[in-house]
Every structure is written in structure tokens, then in C-alpha cells.
């Protein structure tokens, strides 16, 4: 078993990371990679054409962003003359349909290069077929189609949380207002029936695709909290196959020293609750409070700061708390963060697993986390991390905990090191994935319910 085609679009984090050591180690075992993907992805970060392996794109023209039109556009004028005329409701239910009807012509292009990505896997003819998630429909059926017998293995990494999970928003609202009469609450924010019945489309296509490939083939997930996630979800009962992390390039550096900040690594978007770091921070008191440097990206909109900027500085000023924004930052500068923090802190919601805190405790940095999602399997509370719950009080406590005894954030820290040299190493886990590849019978499943 030797030819391996790889199939994804995923454009960036902690995803993107993932595929790139996967397809990385197994090159290194002596594998012939093909790489399929339905088009090529913007800025696209840790290509894996630098690892010399051929990528195939599908012929079908590009698609369309998913992303929902932004007010500060062109047409603002126009669209508030609209408002003015016909109501904020009226508004909203017109822009949800124009937005609905071009996200739908995307997804059927979308589904389209994914038929044709089949059939050109199917006459690479590989020994088995690795497909990651798709950044635009999570979980292709239209792929699993033709790729029906072929020996398939389908890493997926979280789920579709946008349909299936309640959203978090700083202000959540509410249906209490007469002008929300065309509203409906759903997910944890206010949406029009247009919108609500376009993520219940998605939902069902997200099932429909999931529960496809545990058909055919093998459903792989990152954690056990992903696993039940997605048992819970679409019926598909996945196996655990855990990450790891390179830990010949992420390692400490004994010889720096470690300034007075604390660290946060995170895409600027609500729900890695970057937020709740900078609140935890004020209750830190003033004396030992440390600096926070946050590492993430934020589209914006012509150079200009987006809206998960702008709230975090405006309330790191509020709460007297120094903030060190940073984005498009280098490994190697993310690896300079991580070996001269004095802790790491990681907050986000239903976070499935999460690497940036390993990546933290191989450089000796020691973690703060949340107690829940994914963090759970890869933080062990008091032996080599902090968990605690997800309030700014808790959490802030447990940082002026590891502040104010510098021997327990170096046990912490050394017992950290050791623990994901041992289990939670990019061998390590290549290792898992090769045992699935190597299957004699690549029909097994974990079955669905």
C-alpha cells in the first residue's frame, strides 16, 4: 500500500496544519502523494505543493466567497434609503434572499468539483484515499459518491458548528422588540427565516455527507469530545485518531529568558473568546499583572481594523490591560512567542482539540485552559496544566495562581514537556494515521447509527 491521493480544501489554522504534517510524514515514509482540491485557496498558508506533491484542481471555474455581504460596502447609501423605506425587517429579508440564492449557486459549483475530483482520483487509482474537510460543505457527498469501494479515510476536524451549535456573540438578542416581527432566534443569534432555513439546508447536507463516508469508508476525528460531537450530530459513530505536533521545531529554548507577558494564539473571531482572557486579566491584580500578546488574523475590510480588533483594544483600554495585537505572524516568530511567555492561555468555545497548546508545552510555556471541549484529553488539570471554568473570575484566578508561584508553573511546564514528547508528537501521531491507512480491509467502519 503505497499510492495515497489526498483530497481537501481547508485554507488555514490548525486544520491546515494537521493535513501539512500528515501528508509531510507520510511522504517521509516512503508514500506517492497526489494531492486533489477543487481550487486553489487564497493566500494559502502551508501549501503543500512546497512538500514537491503534484495538486489537481478541478476544471470547473472558481467559486464565490461564503462569506455574508458586509454593510460598509457601496452600496451602503442605497441600502439604508431601503431600510428607511420598507423597514429594518424587510431589509434584512431581502439581503438574506440575494445572499441565500448566490451562496446556493456556489455550493452546486462546489458539489460540481467535487464529482469531477472523484472521477480524477478514481483514475489515479490510489491504494487509499485521505480526504480532509471542505472549508465550504464540511463533509462532500458528492465526493463520497465516486469514491464508493476505494478505501476511503475521512479526517474531519470539527463540525458543521454554524448549523449545529449555538453561536456566541458578545450582545446576544432576542425576539422582544416589535420591529424583530420577521425574526426568529436560532443558534444563539437572531436570524430571518431565509437565513434559518438555509442552515438547516446546510445542516442536512452536512449530515447527509458525514453519514455517506462512514458508509463507505472510515470517519476519523480528532478527540473524543469531536467523536461525540459527531455521533451526536449525524448518528456516526467515528474513530479517535489524536494530532500531534513537531516537536523538533517547537522545543524550549533555555537560553532566553521569559518576559512578564502571557500569551494568546487564536484567529480573531468571537468565538476563541479572546475576550474572556482580557477580562480574566482584570482580575488579576495591577502589581503582578502581565502584558497580553495576541497572536491571530482578522479579515478587515480596506486595511482597517475589523470588529473583533476594535472591541478587544477598546476593552483592554477599559480594563487598564496592555494588549499586543500581532497577525501574519511567522512560525518562527510564533515560536519566539511561545519560548519567551511566561504562560499560555487558551480560552475558546467547544474548542474540539486544539494545537496551539501543545504547541506551548513543547517550549516548556505553561498552559491555562478552559475545561471543556477537545482541552480535556491534551491538558491533565494540576499535572501538566491549569483548567478552569470558562468565567472570567475562575480563569483570572488561575493565572494569579501560576504568577504568584513561579515552582509551580516550572513543574507544570517540565512535567508538560515530557508528557507531549511522549504521546503527543508529530511521529506519534503519523504513527495512528499509518495504522488506519494500513488496514488489510479498508471497509472498516465505526459505524453508523
Known sequence: MKRIAVVHFVGGGGAKRALYEQVRGLLQRGYEISVFSPEPTPNEYLPLTSLGVPVIYSQ??????????????????????????????????????????RQEQTIQKRLQQYREIGKAVQQFAPDRVLVHQCQTLLAPETLFDELAGMGVVFYLQDTLRRACEWGITTEPHFD???????????????????????????????????????TIGTVLVNSYFSRES??????????????????????????????????????LRPEKRHDLIVEALSHVPEEIRPSLQLIGYEMSVAGEPGPVTRHLQHQAKERNISLILESDT??????????????????????????????????????????EGGLRETIRHGETGLLADPTPTDLGNAITHLLQHPMERERLAEQAYTAV?????????????????????????????
Open 421 to 449: 514528547c511522549q504521546n503527543w508528537s508529530v511521529e506519534a501521531a503519523n504513527d495512528r494515521l499509518e495504522t488506519v491507512l494500513c488496514r488489510e480491509s479498508p471497509g472498516y467502519r465505526g459505524g453508523t447509527r
Open 176 to 214: 422582544t422588540t416589535p420591529e424583530r416581527f420577521l425574526r426568529q432566534k436560532g443558534l444563539g443569534t437572531v436570524t430571518s427565516p431565509v437565513l434559518a432555513k438555509f442552515r438547516e439546508q446546510e445542516r442536512r447536507r452536512y449530515v447527509a455527507g458525514v453519514r455517506k463516508a462512514g
Open 330 to 371: 511567522t512560525d518562527k516568530a510564533l515560536l519566539h512567542a511561545y519560548q519567551t511567555a511566561k504562560m499560555m492561555v487558551f480560552a475558546p468555545y467547544l474548542e474540539p482539540f486544539g494545537l496551539t497548546p501543545l504547541e506551548a508545552m513543547a517550549c516548556q510555556t505553561p498552559v491555562v485552559g478552559i475545561a
Open 60 to 101: 470547473t471555474p472558481a467559486t464565490d466567497s461564503l462569506a455574508l455581504p458586509d454593510g460598509n460596502t457601496a452600496e451602503s447609501t442605497a441600502r439604508r434609503v431601503f431600510r428607511q423605506l420598507f423597514g429594518q425587517a424587510v431589509f434584512e429579508m431581502v439581503r438574506d434572499s440575494v445572499w441565500v440564492q
Open 230 to 267: 459527531l455521533l451526536r450530530t449525524t448518528g456516526v459513530a467515528a474513530q479517535v485518531c489524536y494530532l500531534g505536533i513537531d516537536t523538533a521545531f517547537f522545543c524550549p529554548a533555555p537560553e532566553i529568558a521569559r518576559t512578564d507577558k502571557i500569551l494568546s494564539v487564536g484567529a
